[in-house]
């Protein structure tokens, strides 16, 4: 009696038409949802893993950092430098755009915590007023860039009672003085004198010039002269040779770990807990992992980043600012080791 | 069983097996969900919603042999979460119904599947489950996520009110 009710009910059923076509189709869609869905945090290790290996063996077929091949590739992998040379650090941002709605703050960042710390002047009324747009303002500047990684924090800043002293202020208009007076006198010679600086403990006076220049008695004697002759208490008068084009290098150096910089600590995918260089003896970038060690994949996300990185170098925007200087990037572990 | 296999490798994450479940299973789940909001556009909709979740949801099946009650069950989850978002109504046995029946041509009144999708939800599942896919009662309250008493209370109800729309002899 069941049986025959259900051998008629699926007899029915089974009449409704199928739309093969539609049928199929909707089910390709459907896979390609959930695969989508899926590609979200729990599977983003996988796919490091999957880019480091597809990366790798891109490398092997000798091919150079910028071939099509692996640009493609990169496309895909987490990727830094949006903001080419714009030499638009994210504190800067954030600071100016606080001054442009007139707020009164002083933005901070410590690390390896990644906390940006805003300290607002003004009265406890006022800093619970604005403390949640500061907030905001601050937050979508940082999503604007997809920086996860730090975390904003808005306090109130401690009113810093700057007592005039009366005797730093003489001071500090001796030496301008001295600075004034001692450029012009030298320059009459062709000297040429980069940068004077008053250092205390013992007291004395630096200049620095570049390493071309060697009349450094003579210019200790002028110096000297005009101290005298101003009346300022005799002091130690030092005479510091810098190396021009290394300073040169410095600065630009330093111009370009700036963007390398905040896109490698902004971002939580990067892992990346600080970001050093020095140019002695060669340009070299350092980079201090979150990740221990131990961690099994640590050695492939590093040699990751420094892909990362080496193909932000040889872009085609930072051949002017790289000037064929030669490089190296070294990576380190949570627990310093050398990585790559 | 072949099977079995097929649904370990699609637990895994293997596409291509997930698919061929999929393709087994495919006419029964669009019928199925076609009794539900008879439309073939919304069918395909629920269906749809079926598969994506299943693919998301495989590796946790834990009894290989259950994957086509499994699948069933999102598959009703599916449908009726649709016809709650979409606000359909559901024709119910009432007064207006009984007439509305009576008002019917004969040859409507004896079709089966319209008779059944007349049913009120609930009841519907019963029967499709029972007979279409020839669960058993156990079964049916498993992807129903109701008690046992209840699903034999709505499948005899469901039959009295099937032999009462179709005026059939023994059933």
């Known amino acids: 009696m069941n049986d025959?009710?259900?051998n008629e009910i699926k007899a029915e059923i089974d009449k409704i038409n199928i739309p093969e076509e539609r049928l199929e189709k909707t089910i390709q869609v459907a896979i390609h949802k959930g695969i989508k869905k899926q590609r979200k945090p729990i599977y983003k290790k996988t796919l490091?893993?999957?880019?480091?290996?597809?990366?790798l063996f891109s490398l092997f077929i000798g091919s150079t950092f910028v071939s099509p091949v692996m640009a493609d590739v990169m496309s895909k992998l987490p990727f830094i430098g949006s903001y080419f040379g714009s030499n638009n650090d994210v504190m800067k941002m954030i600071t100016e755009e606080l001054h442009e709605k007139g707020y009164k703050v002083n933005a901070s960042t410590s690390y390896p915590e990644k906390e940006i710390l805003i300290e607002v002047s003004g009265s406890e009324t006022h800093y619970r007023e604005v403390k949640s747009d500061i907030e905001t303002i601050s937050n979508n500047i940082l999503k604007a860039r997809n920086y996860d990684a730090y975390m904003v924090k808005v306090v109130r800043g401690k009113t810093k009672n700057i007592k005039k002293n009366d005797d730093v202020q003489k001071k500090s208009g001796e030496y301008?003085?001295?600075?004034k007076e001692i450029r012009k006198e030298l320059e009459k010679s062709g000297i040429n004198i980069l940068h004077t600086s008053i250092?205390?403990?013992?007291?004395?006076?630096?200049?620095?010039?570049?390493?071309?220049?060697s009349r450094v008695k003579q210019i200790k004697e002028k110096v000297n002269n005009i101290i005298s002759s101003n009346n300022i208490e005799s002091m130690?008068?030092?005479?510091?040779?810098?190396?021009?084009?290394?300073?040169?290098?410095?600065?630009?150096?330093?111009?370009?770990?700036?963007?390398?910089?905040?896109?490698?600590?902004?971002?939580k995918e990067y892992k990346i807990s600080q970001v050093g260089f020095t140019i002695e003896p060669q340009p070299t970038i350092q980079v201090f992992l979150s990740l221990p060690s131990s961690d099994e994949d640590v050695k492939e996300f590093a040699e990751n980043i420094e892909i990362v990185i080496n193909e932000y170098l040889n872009s085609d925007n930072m051949e002017s600012v790289l000037m064929n200087d030669s490089y190296s990037i070294i990576i380190h572990s949570k627990d310093n080791i050398k990585l790559n | 069983m072949l099977t079995e296999r097929i649904i370990n490798k699609a637990k895994r994450g293997n596409k291509?097996?997930?698919?061929?479940?999929?393709?087994?299973?495919k006419n029964k789940l669009f019928r199925m969900a076609y009794m539900y909001v008879k439309d073939e556009n919304d069918a395909l909709d629920?269906?749809?919603?079926?598969?994506?979740?299943?693919?998301l949801s495989i590796d946790k099946l834990k009894e290989t042999q259950y994957f086509s009650t499994w699948i069933t069950r999102i598959l009703i989850n599916s449908a009726l979460d649709f016809i709650k978002r979409n606000e359909r109504v559901i024709p119910l046995i009432d007064v207006e119904s009984i007439n509305s029946i009576q008002n019917l041509h004969i040859e409507e009144k004896m079709d089966l599947v319209e008779a059944i999708k007349r049913l009120p939800v609930d009841y519907r599942s019963v029967i499709i489950l029972r007979f279409y896919k020839d669960l058993t009662i156990k079964q049916i309250a498993e992807v129903l996520e109701s008690p046992e008493g209840t699903v034999k209370t709505h499948l005899h109800r469901a039959l009295k009110q099937?032999?009462?729309d179709l005026k059939k002899g023994c059933i």
Not at chain 1, 48 to 55: D, G, K, N, P, Q
Not at chain 1, 243 to 266: M, P, T
Not at chain 2, 46 to 55: E, P, W, Y
């Open chain 1, 4 to 6: 025959n009710f259900s």
């Open chain 1, 236 to 267: 130690q008068v030092e005479v510091r040779k810098v190396d021009l084009k290394k300073s040169e290098q410095e600065s630009r150096w330093g111009f370009i770990l700036q963007d390398v910089k905040n896109d490698l600590l902004g971002k």
């Open chain 2, 46 to 55: 629920i269906f749809q919603d079926t598969v994506c979740k299943a693919f």
């Open chain 1, 48 to 55: 490091y893993l999957c880019s480091a290996a597809v990366l």
């Open chain 2, 162 to 164: 099937l032999k009462a």
């Open chain 1, 199 to 213: 250092h205390y403990n013992p007291q004395k006076l630096v200049l620095d010039i570049p390493n071309t220049e």
């Open chain 1, 176 to 179: 301008q003085l001295l600075d």
């Open chain 2, 16 to 25: 291509k097996a997930f698919q061929e479940l999929i393709e087994l299973e």
